[in-house]
């Protein structure tokens, strides 16, 4: 007779053993219909399970985070069952739930095209239209590997080997379909519905190392409704339509190339982008008592050795080794480099807080499939701070770090910014009296900066808690860009203290801090955000001067000088072409303020101002015109 507590605290008696479906059924019809799986004492399980003891229990819907993910795994069980219908020599091998939706990876001799995914969602829909009972078993691992290698399954057979031995192994069919999983499932096919798309193949190795065979990787999105998945899809062509790689052709920023992967060649416009940036945040760190160093990119490696980097990152670094047999390192990050500058002389507690600031170049071999235009490069450049300070002076310099976050995102468009709070893993350095003023030193700057936060349990570093600042963009998608750290790990191993008020030496905390995180990364989030339609005082050409008749050349690089004077970015534009077609070219090309001037424009020392996006032009004198934008520039777009 289980007694099942609920999570409003409210129990239930059972006569026997009961399912999660049939609780569900016995709270309400609507309930039970919307179930997908059930959560006992923590634990996801299946609806048809049944619960023969007390436990505390809550109904997994489908339009919650864990049924979502429910939903999309059972998809890429059902599209590993389409493929194996479609191709049967086909090998099936691993296939999880991921952000957005699912992807199964395969073992086939040929390559899968767009037709054969239309091929394979259509046969995935007649599945769910079966409504197969999904059905879980418990099997001996030996009669396991038997099994999958007696139908040609060599992975599933090698993935149950690694697994240990005394875990319970769980199969779960579907249908004339049977595969390896821990669950939890849906109790069919059916109850998936076919709000499911898939979208594109990859080459993924086998279990993620290079040195294994090629795979293919299908990815497919899925969702709880149609709406959902409409809407997903709008947001997928629009990211297209955004794509930074493209617009970054039209605009003239940058490109890759094969000999330099993972690296950006910047063109003249990208490289002033990406130098307004460093500007702006210079500018902005200097007010804020930052003191910008610069250290070397090429380090012995006893230096990555000693700060712990070898251990953890050595397989992401790149090496070199000189002909007198001395092994370094390209760095793949800043704050061992800034502790050799904390350590030079002495430093007092009077000194502290002690912030260094480096825009650093840094290096990470990420794998060639890995790489994703400025999003994912090996190659990039991070706006690095270290700020040295006592445990007592962790919460404000924490708060004067938020604040600063906060303030150069809105400068940057993005209003809408997500905090996470993560405290100590299972597995971290450091006694924990130290961890708890670290997480309670965070934990009061959040709350005294009155910010919202969400809390990830578990999910900081291993030296130290730390905030996450996630940007949301313009059609909905999140980035993880800033960070903030306290590290109680680094200065010890790298011989930094600091002489207290006792006269005694004592350790400094560490806090890391990156705002921009890259700014190769950041600048394709901006042009993405933007639609490339980037604020005036960002873009690389502000304005663009258009002549419609030959007669106003002498005028326009008048207007010019002028406005280059003022501090803004210009060009003209002085070709024998009608005024529509230079105006349709620059506008592709987005420069956001465009000024025609002809024989009326020269005769009354005005300028015809059109806004990129706008069809109306505005007809100003040439002084009102240059201080309205001067104005804009200056203020970095934001009214007072």
Same mark, same amino acid.
């Given at each position: 007779?289980?007694?099942?507590?609920?999570?409003?605290?409210?129990?239930?008696?059972?006569?026997?053993?009961?399912?999660?479906?049939?609780?569900?059924?016995?709270?309400?019809?609507?309930?039970?219909?919307?179930?997908?799986?059930?959560?006992?004492?923590?634990?996801?399980?299946?609806?048809?399970?049944?619960?023969?003891?007390?436990?505390?229990?809550?109904?997994?819907?489908?339009?919650?985070?864990?049924?979502?993910?429910?939903?999309?795994?059972?998809a890429a069980h059902v599209l590993?069952?389409?493929?194996?219908?479609?191709?049967?020599?086909?090998?099936?091998?691993?296939?999880?739930?991921?952000d957005n939706g699912f992807y199964?990876?395969?073992?086939?001799?040929?390559?899968?095209?767009?037709?054969?995914?239309?091929?394979?969602?259509?046969?995935?829909?007649?599945?769910?239209?079966?409504? #197969? $009972?999904?059905?879980?078993?418990? /099997?001996? =691992?030996?009669?396991?590997?038997? *099994?999958?290698?007696? +139908? &040609?399954?060599?992975?599933?057979?090698?993935?149950?080997?690694?697994?240990?031995?005394?875990?319970?192994?769980?199969?779960?069919?579907q249908g004339e379909f049977i595969?390896?999983?821990?669950?939890?499932?849906?109790?069919?096919?059916?109850?998936?519905?076919?709000?499911?798309?898939?979208?594109?193949?990859?080459?993924?190795?086998?279990?993620?190392?290079?040195?294994?065979?090629?795979?293919?990787?299908?990815?497919?999105?899925?969702?709880?409704?149609?709406?959902?998945?409409?809407?997903?899809?709008?947001?997928?062509?629009?990211?297209?339509?955004?794509?930074?790689?493209?617009?970054?052709?039209?605009?003239?920023?940058?490109?890759?190339?094969? #000999? $330099?992967?993972?690296?950006?060649? /910047?063109? =003249?416009?990208?490289?002033?982008? *990406?130098?307004?940036? +460093? &500007?702006?945040?210079?500018?902005?760190?200097?007010?804020?008592?930052?003191?910008?160093?610069?250290?070397?990119?090429?380090?012995?490696?006893?230096?990555?050795?000693?700060?712990?980097?070898?251990?953890?990152?050595?397989?992401?670094?790149?090496?070199?080794?000189?002909?007198?047999?001395?092994?370094?390192?390209?760095?793949?990050?800043?704050?061992?480099?800034?502790?050799?500058?904390?350590?030079?002389?002495?430093?007092?507690?009077?000194?502290?807080?002690?912030?260094?600031?480096?825009?650093?170049?840094?290096?990470?071999?990420?794998?060639?499939?890995?790489?994703?235009?400025?999003?994912?490069?090996?190659?990039?450049?991070?706006?690095?701070?270290?700020?040295?300070?006592?445990?007592?002076?962790?919460?404000?310099?924490?708060?004067?770090?938020?604040?600063? +976050?906060?303030?150069?995102?809105?400068?940057?468009?993005?209003?809408?910014?997500?905090?996470?709070?993560?405290?100590?893993?299972?597995?971290?350095?450091?006694?924990?009296?130290?961890?708890?003023?670290?997480?309670?030193?965070?934990?009061?700057?959040?709350?005294?900066?009155?910010?919202?936060?969400?809390?990830?349990?578990?999910?900081?570093?291993?030296?130290?808690?730390?905030?996450?600042?996630?940007?949301?963009?313009?059609?909905?998608?999140?980035?993880?860009?800033?960070?903030?750290?306290?590290?109680?790990?680094?200065?010890?191993?790298?011989?930094?203290?600091?002489?207290?008020?006792?006269?005694?030496?004592?350790?400094?905390?560490?806090?890391?801090?990156?705002?921009?995180?890259?700014?190769?990364?950041?600048?394709?989030?901006?042009?993405?955000?933007?639609?490339?339609?980037?604020?005036?005082?960002?873009?690389?050409?502000?304005?663009?001067?258009?002549?419609?008749?030959?007669?106003?050349?002498?005028?326009?690089?008048?207007?010019?000088?002028?406005?280059?004077?003022?501090?803004?970015?210009?060009?003209?534009?002085?070709?024998?072409?009608?005024?529509?077609?230079?105006?349709?070219?620059?506008?592709?090309?987005?420069?956001?303020?465009?000024?025609?001037?002809?024989?009326?424009?020269?005769?009354?020392?005005?300028?015809?101002?059109?806004?990129?996006?706008?069809?109306?032009?505005?007809?100003?004198?040439?002084?009102?015109?240059?201080?309205?934008?001067?104005?804009?520039?200056?203020?970095?777009?934001?009214?007072?």
């Open positions: 007779m289980p007694r099942i507590t609920l999570p409003d605290g409210s129990e239930r008696q059972y006569e026997a053993a009961v399912s999660g479906a049939e609780i569900a059924m016995s709270i309400g019809k609507s309930l039970a219909r919307d179930a997908v799986a059930v959560r006992v004492d923590g634990a996801l399980w299946d609806l048809t399970r049944t619960i023969e003891q007390d436990a505390t229990v809550e109904i997994v819907t489908r339009e919650s985070d864990d049924g979502l993910e429910i939903l999309r795994h059972d590993a069952e389409a493929v194996k219908e479609l191709w049967p020599e086909t090998q099936v091998t691993i296939g999880p739930a991921i199964y990876d395969f073992a086939r001799a040929e390559a899968f095209t767009d037709a054969d995914l239309e091929t394979i969602e259509s046969r995935m829909k007649e599945i769910v239209d079966r409504d #197969e $009972a999904i059905e879980r078993e418990v /099997w001996e =691992p030996d009669k396991a590997i038997e *099994f999958f290698r007696g +139908i &040609g399954e060599e992975y599933k057979a090698e993935i149950i080997e690694s697994i240990p031995a005394g875990e319970d192994l769980t199969l779960y069919r595969d390896l999983c821990r669950g939890p499932h849906l109790t069919s096919t059916g109850q998936l519905g076919k709000a499911f798309k898939l979208t594109h193949v990859s080459g993924a190795y086998w279990r993620g190392d290079a040195k294994n065979e090629m795979l293919q990787r299908i990815y497919g999105t899925a969702w709880s409704n149609d709406k959902q998945l409409r809407k997903h899809l709008h947001m997928l062509e629009e990211a297209d339509k955004r794509d930074h790689r493209r617009l970054a052709k039209v605009m003239d920023l940058f490109h890759f190339q094969e #000999e $330099a992967p993972g690296a950006v060649f /910047w063109h =003249p416009k990208g490289w002033t982008l *990406f130098q307004t940036l +460093i &500007g702006f945040m210079r500018e902005k760190q200097n007010a804020a008592g930052y003191q910008e160093i610069n250290t070397p990119e090429i380090v012995a490696l006893s230096l990555w050795e000693a700060s712990g980097h070898w251990e953890t990152f050595g397989d992401s670094m790149f090496t070199t080794k000189t002909v007198d047999g001395r092994t370094y390192a390209i760095k793949p990050m800043n704050c061992p480099g800034h502790v050799q500058v904390f350590k030079q002389g002495i430093t007092s507690y009077r000194d502290l807080p002690y912030r260094l600031a480096e825009f650093g170049k840094c290096h990470r071999y990420e794998p060639s499939g890995a790489l994703h235009g400025m999003m994912r490069v090996r190659a990039f450049t991070q706006d690095d701070a270290h700020i040295f300070c006592t445990p007592e002076q962790i919460t404000e310099e924490s708060i004067a770090v938020c604040n600063l +976050i906060l303030e150069i995102y809105r400068n940057f468009g993005f209003d809408d910014v997500r905090i996470k709070y993560a405290d100590r893993p299972d597995v971290r350095v450091g006694d924990d009296a130290v961890w708890d003023q670290a997480e309670a030193a965070l934990i009061e700057a959040l709350d005294v900066s009155g910010l919202a936060y969400t809390h990830n349990p578990g999910e900081g570093a291993f030296y130290g808690p730390k905030i996450e600042f996630v940007l949301r963009d313009a059609i909905g998608r999140d980035w993880q860009c800033g960070t903030l750290q306290v590290d109680l790990n680094m200065p010890g191993r790298l011989g930094a203290t600091y002489i207290g008020e006792d006269g005694e030496k004592h350790l400094p905390v560490m806090l890391h801090r990156a705002i921009f995180g890259s700014l190769e990364r950041f600048i394709g989030i901006l042009i993405e955000h933007h639609a490339g339609n980037l604020p005036l005082w960002l873009a690389p050409v502000q304005v663009k001067i258009l002549t419609i008749t030959s007669d106003a050349d002498d005028y326009a690089a008048e207007v010019a000088t002028e406005l280059r004077q003022a501090g803004l970015r210009v060009e003209t534009d002085l070709r024998n072409e009608k005024i529509a077609y230079k105006v349709r070219e620059h506008s592709i090309a987005k420069v956001p303020v465009q000024l025609a001037v002809g024989q009326r424009e020269l005769e009354n020392g005005t300028v015809a101002m059109r806004r990129l996006g706008s069809k109306k032009q505005q007809v100003m004198a040439l002084g009102e015109a240059i201080s309205a934008l001067k104005s804009e520039v200056d203020s970095h777009g934001l009214s007072d």
